[in-house]
C-alpha cells in the first residue's frame, strides 16, 4: 500500500463512513472524548484494536507500541511515552477499563527470544524489550523442563499477564482497582484465525471467546 492508496482510502472514509457518523465526529470535537476504556495494543499493523472490537471513534483510548508493554512505574523525570498516555486515561479521562492484548507471532517477542544468544545492533528496540525479560527467563526456564512447551506463545502470553502485573505498581491504578472503579483485563488474538482468547482472573490461563 503506498501514498496513492492511503488519499483513496480517505476520500472514500470522506464520502461514506464520515458522512453516516458526521453528527457523532461533531459532538466529539465539541464536547471532547470520554472513553471508558484504555487499550494497550502492539503497534503490529496486523492486530488494530478499533477493528477487532469495530469500537467507533471516541470509544477506546489506545497506546500502541512493540510487544503490547507496560513498564513498571518509574516517575524519573524521564521521558516516558507509554507511562504518560496511561496516566492520561486513567487520571484525566477516567476510564473504567484498562486491556492489555497481546497477539500472535509478535515481532518483539521474537526479537527477546533472539537477544538470549546473539547480540542486537538496534539504538532502542533492545533496550525497550528489556521491560520483559523478567517474562522472557520465567518461559525459558519452564521450556528447559517442558520441551513441548511453545515458546514463543508461551512469552506472548506471559508478556500480557507481566503488563498487567506492571499496571498495578501505579499506585493511582491500584488504588482505582481496589476500589472497583477500574478494571484490568488480558486479551490474546489469534491473527489467522481472527480468534480472540480471554485471560481468566482467578487461573491467568487464557481462553478462547466462542461466539455464534
Not at 508461551?154 to 507481566?162: F, H, K, P, Q
Request: hydrophobic letters at 35%.
Amino acid at each position: 500500500m503506498g501514498i496513492k492508496s492511503l488519499l483513496d482510502g480517505y476520500s472514500r472514509f470522506k464520502k461514506n463512513e464520515y458522512q453516516h457518523q458526521r453528527e457523532l465526529y461533531l459532538q466529539l470535537e465539541k464536547e471532547g472524548q470520554k472513553p471508558r476504556v484504555l487499550f494497550i495494543a502492539c503497534c503490529d499493523s496486523r492486530c488494530d484494536p478499533s477493528i477487532i472490537t469495530d469500537a467507533r471513534p471516541g470509544e477506546l483510548f489506545m497506546v500502541r507500541n512493540v510487544a503490547n508493554l507496560v513498564p513498571k512505574y518509574s516517575p524519573d523525570g524521564k521521558q516516558h511515552g507509554t507511562s504518560a498516555a496511561i496516566e492520561f486515561a486513567v487520571r484525566h479521562l477516567e476510564v473504567e477499563h484498562i486491556i492489555v492484548m497481546g497477539h500472535a507471532q509478535c515481532g518483539g517477542v521474537k526479537l527477546l527470544l533472539e537477544t538470549v544468544e546473539t547480540e542486537s545492533q538496534d539504538d532502542f528496540l533492545t533496550s525497550w524489550m528489556e521491560t520483559a525479560t523478567e517474562a522472557r527467563d520465567h518461559i525459558l526456564s519452564i521450556g528447559n523442563r517442558d520441551e513441548k512447551v511453545d515458546t514463543q506463545l508461551a512469552l506472548e502470553y506471559e508478556i500480557v499477564r507481566l503488563s498487567l502485573r506492571n499496571l498495578m505498581t501505579f499506585d493511582w491504578i491500584r488504588e482505582r482497582v481496589v476500589d472497583n472503579t477500574l478494571q484490568l483485563h488480558g486479551w490474546y488474538f489469534g491473527v489467522a484465525k481472527g480468534e480472540l482468547h480471554r485471560m481468566d482472573p482467578v487461573t491467568s490461563e487464557f481462553k478462547l471467546i466462542e461466539y455464534e
